[in-house]
């Protein structure tokens, strides 16, 4: 098969470990026999200095004639202390989402073996932890009116629903449950908010589609709770923008795996994955970077975006070999092993492969 | 001195626990020569049962003319299931903090030496854990306008602040941490929510009048990530109604004593003191519940309230012995040790003051 991935390296360490998910990509597509086009193009603060504004117009472009994004990280310390500054990095990313209606954000949090004793939580805790939230990404309060009145003295941000959302959003958490063991959490704040009472009513009407699936409704905050007690009780999770934000993030540190954890947000067009890390500035060129979270991303690419499972699996498979045998870079070396490179856990994996 | 102290059980375990917080407040004030005036009154599920309304106009007043509110749970779970019920005990919640002005939730999150072991987290993770949340209680999305248009397929719930709103809460942040470690993180959105910039530009405003305060700006998503991995960074937090609902629970699990932990609400009128647990109702009646947090949130009453810190300090530190004694419920007591009643641990309690 042939395919065109619009590449969105970004900013800081994004650069580095969007390489190694091309090499590896590449020693994938010529092992199964696949073509991969890749086609750059400038998102973040990059494109800020480059051209002005975070998400150009060629950019998109690009990417909605793409079959797939693979996207490394954005944000530069120079934006970090001025939330009010008129462009931003931020503005880049939220505008990618709405323009390429990327309005569910696909996140799978799962332990490694071989990695759970670094997580912050007892492995008694964690064991078996297996979760994918599914968070909506192009509504709320992210995209309502917002802005100031009485001089500025009075702030307001709208959190906006419509049905049709909540729906689109929830079907594809039933299909995904479907897949899976077939349980479905809705996280809301019904007792309060009059969009979580949609999303709520939205859900239960469409119980009846999948009878199969058992549906629980729990509260954010009973959520925020249960996630650090007792992460292996979830399985799939949706849930509305802001929401899952807060979640997500904290979900990602309780497997101990956070720096391996991918992503990848679908919707109307072109489907786009990424790492769920930050663009590290301070390791901006080292070549210290973790890239597995991007290749695992790629890994995710190839099994929803193209359909290949098993160019999926055996990404995964070299992954994880790497992982037993200790090739991993500094965040994940213990004290007395080497820590290895970017670049040289990705050419270990390609030689690997 | 003397004291009116109104009394609101509210609903399940709430008259258990309240019941042994009344003995040990009676017992303290025995022993320093106080007088306690204890003035019942309705609030809640058995509110909606007795006169139609969660917090009717008589409690109110009540509360208006105590010294202090002692507080135990509300919650049926007749309710649970219809978020959308035209009469819910939550709404007598938030009517009480509005009309009280109760515009500040303070929540401590400390580990007990002797239960640290209940955490979910490693013991190196959260020892010496000593963190106050200051979220704000009667403003934000909880309270704007939400409604339905489009003949109820769009729902939206608006959050608004006003700069007076977040200075005051501020301003109780500042000045705990004066009395504190002098650290002060502000927990926002920033990059997303105006309201959120309107948060921390009035913060940024207000660190000249603390000059030995060191404030910190960190977005919700980080916060929620950092307090599960070193909530022992945390001391002071600020922050607004729905990310201080989410956060103060997830920080909560981290110390492994959530059924011990104590919370004020303050403001412009009466104070109010109660545990974060709720009403747990399959406990109802079977003097099982744990009492400790609500005897503690009386500590805090004493302490805050009346200016009391030898009486706190006597109840904290008998509670303290009493857990060093295994003299707990059920909750604490592990395996092979005995497990006591709701009443014979405030027994307990009262003769050793
Ligand atoms: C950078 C920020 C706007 C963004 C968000 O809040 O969606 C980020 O936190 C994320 O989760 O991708
Ligand atoms: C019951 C609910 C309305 C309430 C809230 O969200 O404030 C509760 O979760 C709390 O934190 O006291």
């Known amino acids: 098969m042939k395919f065109n991935i619009a590449l969105l390296a970004g900013d800081g360490i994004g650069p580095e470990v969007i390489n190694e998910a091309v090499k590896v990509s590449d020693a994938i597509a010529k092992k199964f026999n696949h073509e991969i086009t890749w086609t750059p193009a400038l998102t973040g603060a990059c494109a800020i200095d480059a051209v002005g504004v975070p998400y150009p117009d ?4 690009i990417c909605m004639k793409a079959d797939a994004v693979l996207f490394g990280a954005i944000g530069h310390p120079k934006y970090d202390n001025d939330p009010s500054a008129p462009v931003r990095p931020e503005q880049g990313l939220l505008l990618m989402r709405k323009k390429l209606g990327l309005f569910a954000n696909v996140r799978p949090t799962f332990t490694f073996p071989s990695l759970i004793d670094n ?4 492995r008694e ?16 309060i992210y995209f309502g009116e917002k802005g100031r009145k009485d001089g500025g003295e009075t702030a307001f941000d709208n959190c906006v629903y419509t049905r049709a959302e909540v729906q689109r959003l929830a079907k594809k958490g039933f299909e995904l449950a479907m897949t899976r063991s ?14 979580s009472r949609l999303w709520r009513e939205t859900v239960q009407a469409m119980e009846k589609d999948y009878p199969e699936v058992t549906v629980s409704y729990e509260f954010v905050d009973a959520v925020a709770m249960r996630l ?18 807060i979640l997500t993030d904290e979900a990602s540190v309780i497997s101990g795996s956070m720096g391996l954890m991918p992503s990848a947000s679908v919707g109307e067009h072109t489907s786009l994955y990424e790492p769920i890390h930050g663009s590290y500035p301070q390791a901006t060129g080292l070549n210290i970077a973790n890239p597995l979270a991007t290749i695992l ?9 193209f359909g290949l499972k098993d160019e999926a699996e055996a990404i995964r498979a070299v992954v994880n070999k790497s992982l037993e045998q200790g090739i991993v870079t500094e965040d994940l070396a213990t004290k007395g092993t080497k820590a290895y490179k970017t670049s040289e856990v990705g050419d270990w994996l390609v030689a690997n492969l």
């Open 58 to 61: 060629e950019t998109h472009e």
């Open 119 to 122: 997580s912050p939580l007892k």
């Open 125 to 140: 805790r964690i064991e078996g932890t297996d979760l994918v939230f599914l968070r909506e990404l192009t509504g709320g």
């Open 182 to 195: 077939k349980k479905l959490c809705c996280v809301d704040k019904a007792n309060v908010l009059e969009t």
């Open 228 to 245: 650090v007690q007792w992460p292996n009780s979830y399985d799939v999770l949706i849930t509305e923008n802001l929401f899952g934000d």
């Open 297 to 305: 991303s790629a890994a995710m690419m190839f099994e929803d975006a």
